[in-house]
């Protein structure tokens, strides 16, 4: 991010307004979502969930690690694939409930081979009487 | 996006795959989390949470609606502050759980003021011992 706080740019560099830890709003599972952004090309790669020990080892290693909701397990990106995602920056939103997280990437960030698993544009909504709402 | 997917790429443009709504898998309070991207710098803006209605709303009016966990509402951005958000693309990710929704933002997207969300850089992971992972 190049602006990355109004705040943050007034003073000397010790002056910077860090989130701490104790500022993550956790979920009921524990797990805060985080957004992964090629650090390059600014491309949203994809959203993923970090438990306490996912994001302490992310920031441990500098490769992300996330928790997967569907198999129950920590999951070290491109443990498998070979790639991983070289971590740049880590940022929380005002409240503390997601994470941004900037990163290189080894390679295509979806299980699908694309650079993006956000490669599908949404259609618009589906036509009147297909929703329940009245 | 530059590169929204390497098989969309393939043939005409009626011939890209777009999800729809029967593809969005929504949590079970009928959410779906969408990352809100600035458009023109790239810069993530903001997470936030939008059930059928908002989606529908955001779609139907083209700019962004949510629904707000905390106060239990619908919450057309920038509706009381100005800097609502003029939707250019929505994308779903590959399974469906997740939206990115790219925008031109009339104003700053956090309440702060800020221009987005993420201003504050994590620390790094408190020292050892104020963790009780054992």
Same mark, same amino acid.
Not at 15 to 27: E, N, P, S
Not at 47 to 63: K, P
Not at 87 to 92: E, K, L, N, P, S
């Given at each position: 991010?190049d602006?990355?706080?109004? #705040? ?14 104790? #500022? ?10 985080a ?14 969930w970090?438990?306490?020990?996912a !994001?302490?080892? &992310? ?15 920590l ?19 005002? #409240? ?17 081979g694309?650079? &993006? ?6 259609? #618009? ?5 297909? !929703?329940?709402?009245?």
């Amino acid at each position: 991010m190049d602006e990355p706080a109004t #705040d943050a740019k007034r003073g000397t560099t010790e002056m910077v307004d860090h989130a701490t830890w104790a #500022d993550l709003r956790w979920d009921e599972h524990g797990l805060i979502p985080a957004v992964v952004q090629d650090a390059r090309t600014g491309q949203v790669l994809m959203v993923a969930w970090m438990n306490a020990e996912a !994001l302490r080892l &992310t920031q441990e290693t500098g490769e992300t690690h996330f928790w997967s909701r569907s198999r129950g397990e920590l999951w070290h990106k491109g443990a498998t694939s070979g790639h991983t995602q070289r971590v740049t920056a880590i940022w929380a939103d005002c #409240d503390g409930d997601t994470l941004l997280v900037q990163v290189e990437p080894a390679g295509p960030a979806c299980h699908t081979g694309a650079v &993006t698993c956000f490669f599908r544009p949404l259609a #618009d909504q589906p036509e009147e009487g297909s !929703l329940s709402d009245e």
